[in-house]
Each structure stands twice: as C-alpha cells, then as structure tokens.
C-alpha cells in the first residue's frame, strides 16, 4: 500500500509520494519515505524526515 507522508512545518504541507518521488532532491519513483537518505529534505521548506508524520 501507498503510504503518504506529510511535512509539519507551519504553513509547509507538502506531502510526499512515493510514486511521484521527489525531483528536485533526485529521488527516484517509487521510493518509500522510509528509504529516503536521513538528510533528505523537505523540497519545498527545507525540513528534516523528521518533521515529516504518515498521513
Ligand atoms: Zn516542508
């Protein structure tokens, strides 16, 4: 299953797909958020995974 996760900065709210992985941070599709390196970011604030919470 697809599992969403989403970032909690304020004003933030970027989600991250699994099946849309993330361009900008050259990750490819299909990777799960678990799988990010730990010092991938939030593309659009610049937030750690940890401010990240599964929806
Ligand atoms: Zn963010």
Redesign the pocket.
């Known amino acids: 299953m697809r599992e969403l996760w989403q970032?909690?900065?304020p004003s933030?709210?970027?989600i991250y797909d699994p099946d849309r992985g993330d361009k900008k941070g050259k990750i490819p599709k299909g990777t799960k958020f678990e799988d990010l390196p730990e010092d991938w970011?939030?593309?659009?604030?610049?937030?750690s995974k940890k401010?990240?919470k599964k929806l």
């Open positions: 970032c909690q900065t933030c709210g970027y970011k939030c593309p659009v604030c610049g937030a401010n990240f």
